[in-house]
């Protein structure tokens, strides 16, 4: 899909209210092209990003682990981004490739990857994988982290079909690319 230019998305984000720092986004320049789509998605990436109830630790190994699992390089690669600047290891952002091999991870964050496994894979959690993020998340936070699984599982599909490039600075797969399970 063609991008639309900067000037072009500078001025679409400005007239929908969407945030001027995304017209430069390649995934951006590829919505705008339908601007009410682009504009209903700004609303619920603000929700699920800037006012959120989950941990933005938590809500980050999702989005790594969909992405991984989608084969998303755009969506995975910006989310190594965020990772890092949100002062998250590189252990637990690179395992989320491979969550059994990673022993950084607690209990809870590994039922964070089995609930994007399951959405995944089923869409649905199981009853075992949701006792045990009861446990750990109030209701709010657990409706916030079925949306992430399933708006990022979205953005991948959207990325992926309409070949959005990374955007500039922004590295490929760290460590190279290995097929996700």
Same mark, same amino acid.
């Given at each position: 899909m063609p991008l639309l230019s900067i000037d072009d998305s500078a001025r679409l984000c400005d007239g929908l209210g969407i945030d001027p720092s995304w017209a430069t986004l390649n995934v951006w320049r590829a919505l705008l092209h339908s601007p009410s789509a682009a504009a209903g998605f700004s609303a619920v990436v603000n929700a699920l990003m800037f006012h959120n109830k989950v941990a933005a630790r938590a809500r980050e190994l999702v989005i790594l682990r969909i992405s991984w699992r989608t084969g998303s390089e755009y969506v995975f690669c910006q989310h190594v981004r965020i990772s890092r600047e949100l002062r998250i290891s590189d252990e637990e952002i690179l395992g989320a490739r491979d969550p059994q091999r990673c022993n950084a991870y607690s209990e809870t964050d590994r039922m964070l990857l089995q609930l994007a496994d399951e959405l995944h894979e089923y869409a649905e959690v199981t009853p075992s994988t949701w006792a045990a993020l009861e446990k750990a998340f109030a209701h709010d +936070? *657990? @409706? +916030? $982290? *079925? *949306? #992430? %699984?399933? *708006? /990022?599982?979205? @953005? %991948?599909?959207? @990325?992926?079909? %309409?070949? #959005?490039? $990374?955007? %500039?600075? @922004?590295?490929? /797969?760290?460590?190279?690319? +290995?097929?996700?399970?």
């Open positions: +936070e *657990l @409706v +916030e $982290l *079925l *949306l #992430i %699984a399933g *708006l /990022w599982r979205t @953005v %991948a599909g959207f @990325v992926k079909s %309409a070949k #959005i490039p $990374l955007d %500039a600075g @922004v590295p490929s /797969w760290p460590e190279g690319r +290995e097929t996700p399970r």
